[in-house]
């Protein structure tokens, strides 16, 4: 992983291939390196428990 913030309800993972991970106001967005969205949908606990154990 490159870079992991998390901020209040907001937590954000790039990884070291461009990919990017988010999660905010409660909703789950993948993206891919080139910046398109491959994934949204709302956002589950294990999603949340998943991101925080990158960190």
């Not at 999660?23 to 390196?33: C, F, L, S, V, W």
Request: glycine fraction near 8%; proline fraction near 0%; charge should be negative.
């Amino acid at each position: 992983m490159a870079k992991f913030e998390s901020s209040g309800s907001e937590i954000e993972a790039v990884f070291t291939d461009g990919t990017k991970v988010e999660i905010e106001n409660g909703r789950y967005e993948r993206k891919n390196a080139a910046g398109r969205t491959v994934e949204e949908r709302r956002a589950t606990q294990a999603d949340i428990d998943q991101l925080m154990a990158l960190r």
